[in-house]
């Protein structure tokens, strides 16, 4: 995921969108609805096209170049540039205003389910793109406007050498053994157990992507849509949060979460400083490259699932990254349509970057070697209802896909603030009760 922000935060589902006005943009008008469908002779497809990303990183250091020699040599004739941009939600949504925001990009979140059709190219019918996984995130009435660029798993990025020096091999099967860890972490090496990244915040909203791991249920998401309470006793949500909170509660986290550094916390991890963060599969490779890169030993950084099991077994809820979709005022449509295929079936992008393909049928990468070895049940997290979920997360005010409640309750944990836990979540189930009723009459 490189190393920036506004790339590791919206990774994962995480990338639900935050419901803007971007209906009435200019950029919107005199859409046609004509398909972005796979050129039949890539010797035929020409022209330039652009491609926007928000991985800076890879645009700079000439990977994301080394990938437009290989697409050419089967599709000769098409010449790709890409435009990497750091403040890519707040850059892309300007641009959308117009008609010039790139042939090939991925979907901000500030963009309205509903309303992608009036930017994006249909790439097909659901069954057309079932050979893809996610593809429900991008469905409007049963035409897919984008790709998932790669899916991710959830957990804790852990070292491995230091959790083995505090006593613990086996991952923690419950929220409780999980703490015990942490405990024996912290007072036979004198680590810190548990860094939250409080002050970059966006790590905090990877905490949401384990929805659905919890209970082993595919459906977890679609199920928030209504007046359903998720904080309460038994909720998924409540499940996630509260183990957050016992964790600064109890001490187990940085003292001073305000002083978090992201950058940093790579090294701490792979040099035994920090035990264990939550965030996406997609970091693993970071984390090692990090340690190959300082000396340390890559073999140390591990991937443990969320501690909770379902008959005995682990589960891993995989959702996707930003999704690729065409412009809908492409004047280059076969040939975008050429980029957004190869890359996700042929370029081999997420096999090294260690995510999860796109691809049903495509294997799982080595990152989650463990996980396969250790039959974690895998399903793909159904995103059918992202739409309405956004409506009232966002009507609620909450955030289940920003830093802020998160951070409120860390403080809460802490001290920082006053009211107890249970107040904290009931205070969520109310709103988000009173939104869904709102949002839905």
């Given at each position: 995921m490189g190393n920036k922000k506004t790339t590791t935060a919206l990774s994962g589902a995480v990338l639900v969108a935050v419901t803007l006005a971007l209906s009435a943009c200019g950029g919107g008008g005199g859409a046609t609805g004509e398909v972005a469908a796979p050129p039949a002779d890539p010797k035929e497809v020409s022209g330039e096209i652009k491609v926007l990303t928000q991985r800076t990183d890879l645009a700079q250091n000439g990977t994301l170049e080394k990938y437009a020699a290989e697409f050419n040599k089967i599709y000769p004739k098409v010449k790709v540039t890409?435009?990497?941009?750091?403040?890519?939600?707040?850059e892309?949504?300007?641009?959308m205003n117009t008609k010039s925001y790139g042939d090939v990009l991925f979907i901000p979140g500030a963009v309205a389910k509903n309303d992608y059709p009036k930017f994006f190219a249909p790439l097909g019918t659901t069954e057309e793109l079932s050979k893809y996984r996610f593809?429900?995130?991008?469905e409007v009435d049963g035409k897919v406007y984008g790709i998932a660029q790669f899916g991710t798993a959830n957990g804790f990025v852990y070292n491995k050498a230091l959790w083995k020096k505090a006593?613990?091999?086996?991952?923690?099967?419950?929220?409780?053994?999980?703490?015990?860890?942490?405990k024996a972490v912290k007072d036979k090496t004198g680590a810190t157990p548990y860094y939250t990244n409080f002050k970059d915040g966006w790590p905090l909203v990877q905490w949401t992507a384990n929805n659905g791991s919890v209970g082993c249920d595919a459906q977890a998401s679609n199920k928030?849509?209504?007046?359903?309470?998720?904080w309460k006793e038994g909720g998924e949500l409540r499940t996630i949060d509260g183990l957050l909170h016992d964790i600064v509660k109890q001490g187990l986290s940085e003292k001073d979460p305000t002083t978090t550094n992201w950058e940093n916390s790579k090294l701490l991890l792979a040099d035994g400083k920090i035990g264990a963060m939550m965030l996406g599969s997609w970091s693993i490779t970071q984390m090692q490259g990090v340690a190959k890169d300082s000396g340390l030993n890559p073999e140390d950084i591990g991937f443990m699932p969320f501690p909770v099991q379902k008959d005995g077994k682990f589960c891993a809820a995989l959702v996707s990254d930003y999704q690729q979709a065409v412009n809908v005022h492409s004047d280059n449509k076969p040939a975008a349509r050429a980029w957004v295929d190869w890359f996700t079936e042929k370029s081999g992008f997420a096999q090294k970057e260690g995510v999860v393909?796109?691809?049903?049928?495509?294997?799982?990468?080595a990152t989650l070697k463990e996980f396969v070895d250790n039959d974690v049940i895998f399903f793909d997290r159904s995103e059918a209802k992202t739409a309405a979920v956004n409506d009232i997360d966002d009507a609620a005010e909450i955030g289940l896909n920003k830093q802020d409640y998160r951070q409120k309750l860390i403080d809460t944990a802490?001290?920082?603030?006053?009211?107890s836990l249970e107040d904290f979540f009931a205070g969520l189930n109310k709103r988000w009760d009173e939104a869904a009723k709102t949002v839905g009459s």
């Open positions: 890409f435009d990497g941009i750091t403040d890519y939600e707040g892309v949504k300007i641009r593809s429900d995130k991008t006593g613990v091999t086996a991952w923690p099967k419950t929220p409780q053994e999980f703490i015990a860890g942490l928030l849509a209504g007046p359903v309470s998720p393909s796109a691809v049903k049928s495509a294997p799982m990468p802490r001290g920082a603030e006053k009211g």
